[in-house]
């Protein structure tokens, strides 16, 4: 399983970015899905999560500006970024809890590879 992660880029404060990520491989079904980031020097941090069923959740700095949503039959989920600013400069990893399509189907957390925001003017 893969996660493929992207919309990642410059822009100015108050603007706005649109991340997707990808999973692709021996899926079953995808439970939780999420996007976390990390700025320099700081720890990962959550930003926001999606159950399969839609129920969402955020870090009390993006409430309002960010919003997350998924699409289960591309397996694919999205966070739009919109007033952002400066602080929320970092590298943005998505994450899911994946069921893989085996006999036994256990599932496991998997990881993208990151993408750059960089919010500056």
């Known amino acids: 399983v893969q996660l493929q992660a992207s919309g990642g880029g410059l822009v100015q404060p108050g603007g706005s970015l649109r991340l997707s990520c990808a999973a692709s491989g021996s899926i079953f079904s995808i439970n939780r899905m999420g996007w976390y980031r990390q700025a320099p020097g700081k720890q990962r941090e959550l930003v926001a999560a999606?159950?399969?069923?839609?129920?969402?959740n955020y870090a009390d700095s993006v409430k309002g500006r960010f919003t997350i949503s998924r699409d289960n039959a591309k397996n694919t989920v999205y966070l739009q970024m919109n007033s952002l600013k400066p602080e929320d400069t970092a590298v943005y990893f998505c994450?899911?809890?994946?069921?893989?399509?085996?006999?036994?189907?256990?599932?496991?957390?998997?990881w993208g590879q990151g993408t750059q925001v960089t919010v500056s003017s």
């Open positions: 999606i159950t399969s069923g839609g129920s969402t």
């Open positions: 994450n899911a809890d994946v069921v893989v399509a085996t006999y036994v189907k256990d599932e496991y957390n998997y």
